[in-house]
């Protein structure tokens, strides 16, 4: 008689042995427990890790606030953005070096050709280098408030981006990809963690009351993503369009169409529960109607103290720098109130090369003494008072641009050409290390080598701050899982507190 073979496998007897299935259980428990200890400390080899994790959506709230990945240090990024390349020889770069051989070739680079053309000598930054704050970093006068607080940064100074041309370096900054059509960081983070304010958008976007970076809405676009992600973009000059109620209409009136309008959603979507595109323009509408009562009162900056305002700037002579003090103050209040993502531009394309951006090469001493003070006040106030109001403990500041400058003047000019090969920005407040340096670029900081880093990295840390591995936060889009870091991108552990 032919024996019958067994409906179970190998592996399914062996579950039936209760021994082994409790001695297995417990070592897998342990194993899990590790696994995500490795994770939270960022130690967890990319080989391990266990494939992509989409965030859980309500389509009814899809900003409502969702868990990260593992204990994140960071709940909130203000990204401060000098468009226009801010000369990193100028500002956190100490070369003196460069100091020291100002007018000679460089050596090894005699007949460099850079982005606009062939390269004169070595030029000395114009500004000088002295110590701050009691780490005793070398910080230029350029910039004397925010180079008081050098005690709160984390610097990195061996950072490098793919493009020498400021349309594609904002985008890879922006959003990782130097061609258009990505989604931002910002939209990402909200993607992945929403918000904790529901009357405000997650990520809010603040142009320079100049204009636009280059690139324009690319910074804060969504682009695969569903648009619900992208930045909302206003400033202290321009606020969001169409918010008020018309005057024909009577206050109950209003709150009476609202409440019936509701009721007729509510109703409608209980009629079509699996739609979920219908909910999620439901929350947008709703949205919209909460930001009628919100926006308004956010960026009412007069209910701010006149001392405040004084230590921003807000009431400067300099209209330039009045208007970046109040949309740093507008900041400010957007994280205030919980708002994930705030990015702030400093610089616009608008009024032409380096008259109303960092873009400084033919007369770059005049460039950026014009660019210095409007920058340096206000958001030196910003951190200080992020600081002041126990904020720092949960937001991330970074301050970027889109790569640096060379080392060398210009044939027949006065300012320093493109150059992505080596170039800072600095971090502050939640899971950072302070009064740090990370990295260096040589002797005359042209070009990153010690720890060099990408973007794809800082754009890992700042993710890994938030409490996501950048590495399973994606989107399938066109059949890929795409994501922020590429197929690239290490957390810098170094500058992790």
Known sequence: MTQRAHPLSHAGRRLLDRRGFLGDAAASLGAIALAGLLEQNGLL????????????????????????????????????????????????????????????????????????????????????????????????????NLAELADEMCFIHSLTAKSNTHGPGENQMSTGFTIEGFPSIGAWVS???????DNLPAFVAIPDTRGVPQTGPANWSSGFLP??????????????????????????????ARDFAR????????????????????????????????????????RESAATADMYGVNDANPLLAGFARNCLLARRLLERGVRFVQL????????????????HKQLKSDYDRHGPILDKPAAALLS?????????DTLVVWTTEFGRMPVFQVGAKGRDHNPEGFTVW???????????????????????ENVSTIYDLHATILHLLGLDHRRLTFTHNGAERRLTDVHGHVIGDVLA
């Open 45 to 144: 080899a990319a080989e391990s890790a266990t494939g992509s994790i989409p965030p859980a959506i309500n389509p009814a709230a899809p900003l409502g606030a969702r868990t990260p990945h593992f204990a994140p240090r960071a709940k909130q990024v203000l990204m401060i953005f000098c468009s226009g390349a801010c000369s990193h020889l100028d500002t956190w770069d100490y070369k003196p070096e460069l100091q020291k051989r100002d007018g000679q070739p460089m050596p090894g680079f005699e007949k460099l050709v850079t982005f606009q053309g062939p390269s004169g000598n070595l030029a000395r930054s114009p500004y000088e280098f002295r110590p701050r704050g009691q780490c005793g970093k070398h910080c230029s006068d350029l910039l004397p």
């Open 227 to 256: 648009a619900v992600f992208q930045g909302t973009s206003f400033n202290s000059q321009r606020p969001i369009l169409n918010l008020a109620v018309p005057s024909e209409i009577a206050p109950a009136a209003d709150t009476a």
């Open 427 to 449: 971090l502050a407040g939640a899971g950072v290390k302070r009064a740090t340096s990370y990295g260096a670029t040589d002797e005359f900081g042209y070009r990153a080598v």
């Open 385 to 393: 008072d992020l600081k002041a109001r126990g904020m720092l403990r």
């Open 191 to 197: 993607y992945a963690l929403g918000s904790e304010c």
């Open 263 to 302: 009721l007729l959603n509510d109703r409608h979507l209980a009629r079509h529960a699996g739609d979920s595109e219908l909910a999620a323009r439901i929350a947008s509408y709703e949205l919209a109607a909460k930001l009628q009562l919100s926006a308004p009162e956010v960026g009412d900056l007069s």
């Open 345 to 360: 531009f400093n610089g616009a394309y608008a009024m032409g090369e380096g008259v109303g951006n960092w873009d400084g």
